[in-house]
């Protein structure tokens, strides 16, 4: 497994290429929903559409939830590049012992209210439309013991150029509010209800 590794220094050289992509490549950004702090953990559990996407909630992270970033990433994917271990990556290795060491892991960080979590449950990257939104098994055992205990975060990435050359991204929050949405079990029940409503409010955008 490979763990995570801050480097303040490095989060702040990266800051600043990130803004310098983000004006590049995109024409804007949108935070639709609300956000309200619990002063619990972050679990952050969003679709994953394209390379960007921990970028995205790295950036999101910086502005809005300010917490200590840290994100799940497939071990053959971080060993190509270990620089990100310094803005919080750590590796998970599937269909391999190693990787019960990964998910404990992710459980001890989500006992730190200082920490954010980012996980992408699909496991790979696919269509900003493909839905339902399939997750991985097992990685609700990060969850065990803490469902009380942390913040879930549900974040969905939409992308959308209508008349212009550079595409605005739109990120759509939502925190389950209620026990019976809380269970493991049901969160991917419970993203498709939220994911199926973003689709349906980013029709009624147009500009």
């Not at 954010?116 to 699909?122: A, D, S, T, Y």
Request: proline share 3%; hydrophobic share 40%.
């Amino acid at each position: 497994m490979i763990h995570a590794n801050h480097s303040g220094f490095f989060e702040s050289l990266f800051g600043l290429w990130l803004s310098f992509a983000f004006r590049r490549n995109f024409k804007a950004s949108r935070i639709i929903g609300e956000f309200h702090d619990q002063n619990k953990p972050l679990l952050v559990l969003s679709n994953h559409i394209s390379w960007w996407d921990g970028f995205w909630l790295l950036r999101l992270n910086q502005g809005l939830f300010k917490r200590k970033f840290h994100v799940m990433m497939l071990e053959e994917q971080l060993e190509k590049r270990k620089f990100l271990c310094k803005l919080g990556a750590f590796s998970i290795r599937r269909n391999h012992k190693s990787m019960f060491e990964s998910l404990d892991y992710a459980g001890n960080l989500l006992q730190d209210p200082s920490n954010l979590l980012l996980i992408f449950p699909q496991g790979e990257i696919s269509s900003q439309y493909d839905q339902p939104q399939v997750f991985q098994n097992g990685w609700t055992r990060i969850l065990k013991g803490k469902e009380d205990k942390v913040q879930i975060v549900m974040v969905a990435h939409l992308l959308d150029y209508f008349s212009h050359s550079k595409p605005t991204l739109y990120q759509y929050l939502y925190s389950p509010d209620s026990e019976k949405q809380m269970i493991p079990q049901k969160l991917e029940e419970v993203y498709n209800d939220f994911f199926q409503r973003c689709l349906e409010k980013q029709k009624s955008i147009h500009k």
